[in-house]
């Protein structure tokens, strides 16, 4: 479907979040304040009920997880947003969302530090939280948008990926682009895709809540269908959705789950290039830095250094094939990042030993800069 | 009416899990007398419960069911009940659960008073993880992370929600289900949100370490302490303390239903606004 874009909006990326979020069918917002990604709810508190939806900020972090699930079983497509901190108090029942397989949408507006960190300052050392954060084995979709219209996009590709796999899927943005405000036009309603989930086409008494005979993806039934009355537990389970401990049903569904995501690499991965053809000194940067690292590609372009960027917008799963056939025409890669180096890990395993692999990272709060990511592009040339 | 356990039991998961003379089975029995009574369509009920012995009630129940992490019901509860609420929503956790670690969501539903029925089925132990003290363990009692004796002072915790501003407060005891009948019907007829604590036995793990290993021994020390508002008044300070109210202990129903106000700001902002 080709998008046709409507009128220039000047919007904090927070907005953004929240525009698209209903424009791609966001019905249900369960959150809790939390600084720097507040505006989100706020606008969400005053979109959704003009709507027909609900909003509703819930007493912790934890229980705006939970109702974001409950209304996700129900029916609706929801949304919360939070930050570091509050990251780190959903990451439970995020766990409990990929486990029943319960569309949904997290924001995650990254801030410094560990621990309360630097509330009002950017980061992105949430990264490898957003892949491992919670327990035990399963898949994760995270997307790094670093301009506002791709936020827009980005965060409804995020719903319709959801939708269609079935999962939680998460938005990394970081405080600069929470509130960093620049130019947007929205796509007119109607000229973009908005995904719902699959509903099963089976009668009640042949319904099975993760019946896998249809695919990876079981087909859904919201609470209160007449006569379905499915069970839904964190539990391992089989099909029927009841608790099993059967090793051979526990690793055949844990696989499953998994390959949601490996299965479906090409709806999924989404990775930008900006001249790339041919570079010899490659950048891997994404979300805000990566906007830094464009800006050195380009000086170092007038200092005659053929350097060009790798930005994955989806961040996981990462794209190790096409950042492989990327490396093979490099000379060396710089890995610019807002954290002390997370991302780096995977770029390295990507790459192996084939060239060198520089790390520019930063904490503090103050963005890294092309005048940082350039010098590092110059260790390479 | 007779009961009708083919409508609401998922007859095929049964036997249950539950030991032999859990308190645990004669809750859901009410429940679905209660169900019966008021002829609710078990399509029309999510049933919703957080980790342990109490919270596998659910799995046995025909209807929407959803058993989800440790203490986070009525997290879960409130999602289903702003997006359907047209329809029931009933919440069925341990002690424990929904007073320890779900403590924070308990007093936060009380205070919207969403329409959500909550029961809690009270055996003032966590009896799936062996026997440790909960927030309800007497004071003095036995646990197996309190082998001299409960060191910490217990909730009571139909003051606690009542306090948190719930228009409807019972407590009922596994010795008397007819009573146990009475009471969630009222609760689960309430418009808002309604608590009900179920004394209950766990003769396992409570019971073993405190000298009532006998399923009857624990509800006769259960029945021997319930007495109705009126007579638990007329005690004496002292027996106050080993005894506890049982009925319909607060009820208000003038407080706004949440779903509905929030429904009313819909209306009003879409109609010429
Ligand atoms: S351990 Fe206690 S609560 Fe659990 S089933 Fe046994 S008696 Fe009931």
Redesign the pocket.
């Known amino acids: 479907m080709k998008e046709s874009n409507g009128e220039v909006k000047f919007l904090p990326g927070n907005i953004v979040v929240a525009e698209a979020a209903v424009a791609a069918g966001c019905n249900f917002f369960g959150g809790y304040p939390i600084t720097p990604s507040s505006e989100i709810a706020a606008h969400m508190a005053a979109l959704l009920p003009r709507r027909g939806g609900h909003f509703i900020q819930m007493e912790d972090e934890i229980a705006a997880m939970g109702s974001v699930i409950g209304a996700s079983l129900a029916g609706a497509k929801a949304l919360t947003a939070t930050s570091g901190p509050g990251f780190s108090l959903k990451l439970e029942n995020l766990g409990f969302g990929y486990m029943v397989e319960a569309p949904c949408v997290i924001v995650n507006v990254m801030r410094g530090g560990p621990s309360t960190g630097l509330p009002t300052h950017p980061a992105q050392a949430d990264v490898m939280q957003a892949r491992w954060g919670t327990h035990g084995d399963h898949p994760t979709i995270a997307i790094t948008p670093a301009f506002h219209q791709e936020t827009y996009m980005e965060t409804i590709r995020a719903f319709n990926l959801s939708e269609q796999l079935r999962m939680p899927v998460i938005l990394l943005l970081d405080e600069v682009l929470g509130h960093l405000s620049e130019g947007v036009r929205p796509p007119k309603p109607g000229t973009f895709e908005i995904i719902n989930r699959k509903m099963t086409d089976q009668p009640p008494d042949k319904y099975l809540p993760y019946d896998t005979s249809f695919g990876d993806v079981p087909p859904f039934v919201p609470y209160f269908e007449p006569g379905y009355h499915w069970h839904t537990t964190g539990l391992n389970h089989d099909e029927t959705g009841f608790p099993t401990t059967n090793p051979e049903l526990v690793t055949r569904d844990e696989e499953r789950l998994m390959r949601k995501v490996t299965g479906n690499r090409d709806l999924i991965d989404k990775v930008e290039y900006y001249m790339a053809d041919d570079a010899d000194v490659g950048i891997f940067s994404f979300g805000s830095t990566a906007r830094a690292a464009m800006v050195a590609v380009k000086h170092a372009r007038e200092q005659g250094i053929k350097a060009g960027l790798f930005r994955p917008v989806t961040l996981w799963p990462f794209p190790n094939k096409q950042l492989k056939d990327f490396a093979e025409q490099l000379k060396g890669i710089v890995v610019a990042e807002f954290n002390l180096g997370q991302m780096v890990y995977e770029v390295e395993r990507t790459v192996q030993s084939t060239i060198p692999v520089i790390r520019r990272t930063k904490v503090g709060g103050v963005p890294i800069t092309p005048a940082e990511i350039l010098e590092s592009v110059k260790e390479i040339s | 009416m007779p009961f009708d356990y083919m409508t609401y039991l998922r007859e095929e998961k049964l036997p249950h ?3 032999p ?4 089975g004669i809750v859901v029995k009410a429940m679905i007398h209660t169900f019966t009574d008021l002829e609710w369509d078990p399509s029309d009920i999510a049933i919703i419960s957080g980790i ?3 919270s596998r009630a659910p799995g046995y129940m025909d209807m929407n069911t959803l058993h989800t992490t440790h203490g986070r019901a009525l997290s879960f509860a409130t999602g289903i009940k702003m997006h359907r609420h047209d329809k029931h929503v009933v919440v069925i956790a ?1 002690d424990g659960d929904m007073s320890a670690i779900g403590g924070n969501h308990l007093i936060h539903a009380a205070r919207r008073n969403i329409n959500i029925n909550v029961i809690v ?1 009270n ?1 003032n ?1 966590y ?2 993880t062996g ?1 440790q003290y909960s927030p309800t363990t007497p004071l003095g009692a036995k646990a197996a992370t309190a082998p001299y004796g409960n060191l910490e002072p217990s909730f009571d915790l139909v003051e606690l929600v009542k306090g948190a501003g719930a228009s409807f407060v019972a407590r009922g005891h596994v010795g008397n289900g007819r009573q146990l009948n009475t009471i969630l019907k009222k609760a689960f007829d309430h418009k808002g949100f309604s608590f009900v604590e179920v004394v ?7 019971g073993r370490r405190n000298k009532m290993a006998d ?1 009857m021994n624990m509800i006769s020390w259960i029945s021997d302490r319930a007495k109705p508002m009126k007579k638990f008044e007329a005690l004496s300070d002292e027996d106050k303390t080993r005894c506890f109210p049982v009925g319909v202990i607060h009820e208000d129903v003038s407080r706004p239903e949440y779903t509905e106000t929030y429904q009313e700001l819909i209306d009003s902002l879409n109609n010429g606004n």
Request: contains cysteine; charged residues 0%; hydrophobic residues 25%.
């Open positions: 899990m539950w030991c003379g859990c308190g645990i342990g012995c109490t341990g089925n055996n132990i009896g799936m026997g209950s036995n766990c003769h396992t793990q409570f399923p």
